[in-house]
C-alpha cells in the first residue's frame, strides 16, 4: 500500500507537557480532590450515546502528567462521581445514575476500590464537600437541596445516613445542573451550570453566601466561562476547584468543536481562577499549554511531539500529525479495516525510556504492536499486544530503555464498536 507522508509544519521550541484538554479523550463532569499526596480526576466517561463507558478515575502528581486507572465497580452507569475521604480512612464516592436519575453513595478502603454500594440519595449530580469551617461533610444536588451527612466518625451511620437535606434558597440564574461548592476568605461559593448542553447556551455561573446554608447571591448576572470560538471553547460546564498553594484552578468540561451542542461527546479542561478585591470570580480565560502554569514535575520530556510522521492510512480532518500534536482532541483516524500503522520519525537517534499509546476509546480493544528502527526498515520489537486483545488503558504505557530513531505503532485490529483505529496522541518519552 502506498505510504502517506504528512510532515509536521509546527515548530515550537521547548516541551510542551501537557494541554487542555487535560486527559486525552471524551471524559466529562471533572471533580477534581487531592488526597494522599495525589490528585484524582473522577469523571463521567462519554462518548457514547448514553454516556455508559468503563468507570475510570485519572490520577497525577502534578494535574498536568496523568496515569488512568480503572475503578472496581461493577457498574457502567456511573455518571458525574464526586470522592473524597472521610475521618474514618475510608473513602466515599457518590455517582449518578442513568435509569432512576438519582445517586448513589459508595465507600472503599481505597480510590480505586473495590467500591460498595451503601444507600441511594434522593438527589442528582450530587457533589461532596467538606466544610473547613465545621469540617462537616456535605453535599450539593442538582435539587438544590444541602445534604449533611451523619458525621460522628463513631456512629455506625457514619457517610452512610443523611441527617438533614434543606432547600437553599438565592439567586441562581439559569440553573440547571452540576452544581459545586467551595470556600475561600470566609466565603461560600456555589458554581453552577446555566442553559443545557444540547444547547448553544451552556455556561459557568456562580452565587455567593456567608455559609453553606444562607442566602446566594450573584455578584454577576453574566456567566464567568461561556462559548469562545476565538479559542475553540464550546459548552463550558459541571464545574470543581481546587486550590494549591494559594491559586486556584477551575476544572469543566467543554464539547467537541466537531458535534457541538452535543452532551456525549465532551473533553475535561483545566484554567487557573482570579478573584477581584471583593472576593467575586473574575471572567475565566481558557488556556492551551498547561506547562505553563510551572506545575509539571515529569522526569520525562515527549520527543516525539510534532515530528515527522508516515501512515498507510488516513481520514479526511484526521491526519497523523495529529498523533503528535501535543493535543488531546485531535486525532489520527484510519480508513476502516485492519493493519494501520503509523511511524514517528525522530529526526536522529534518541533516547527512549517508554512508549504512551492513546487510542480514542480507552475501554475497547486493541490488537497492536510497538517497533523500534534505526533505519526505518528493520524493526525490533518494543512492546507486542497482538498474541491476546487488552483494553487502550491496560497497555496505555509501555517501557523498555532504547535508542533509536523509528517508531511504528502497528494496529493489526480495533473492536467493532470502535472499527475505525484512532490515536489521539503517541508519546515517546525521555529521561529530561
Known sequence: MKKILLACL?????????????????????????????????????????????????????????????????????????????????YYMVHQQGVDYLAYMMEAYSPLGPWKQTFQIR??????????VSNKIMAIGSWKNLITFDNDVNSPTYMNKIVSSDPIEGDFTDFTEGPYLFFKDKKYYMMWAGGHCWLETYNVRYAMADSPEKTYREPTKTPILDTNEEKK????????VIEINGRWFLFYHRQDQGRYPTCNYRFSCAAEMFFNAKGEIIKVEPIDDLSSLGLDKSPYKNIALNKTVTT?????????TQAVDGKNDSRWEAELGEDKWITIDLGKMEKISK??????????????????????????????????AKKAYETRTSEKEVTARYVRISVKRAEAKSAHISIWEVKILSKK
Open 233 to 240: 471553547i464550546y459548552g463550558p460546564g459541571h464545574t470543581s
Open 312 to 320: 498507510n492510512s488516513l481520514v479526511a480532518n484526521y491526519p497523523p
Open 10 to 90: 509546527l515548530f515550537i521550541s521547548g516541551f510542551v507537557s501537557a494541554q487542555n484538554p487535560i486527559i486525552p479523550g471524551y471524559y466529562a463532569d471533572p471533580s477534581i480532590r487531592y488526597m494522599d499526596g495525589k490528585y484524582y480526576l473522577s469523571i463521567t466517561s462519554d462518548g457514547y450515546e448514553d454516556h455508559n463507558g468503563e468507570p475510570f478515575i485519572w490520577v497525577s502528581d502534578d494535574l498536568v502528567n496523568w496515569d488512568v486507572k480503572y475503578l472496581d465497580i461493577n457498574n457502567r452507569f456511573f455518571w458525574a462521581p464526586s470522592m473524597l475521604k472521610g475521618d474514618n480512612g475510608k
Open 123 to 132: 438527589d442528582f449530580d450530587v457533589e461532596l464537600f467538606r466544610d473547613p
Open 355 to 388: 512508549v504512551q499509546v492513546d487510542f480514542e476509546y480507552m475501554d475497547k480493544f486493541y490488537l497492536y504492536k510497538i517497533e523500534y528502527s534505526d533505519n526505518n526498515d528493520t524493526w525490533q520489537t518494543y512492546a507486542d499486544y497482538t498474541k491476546r
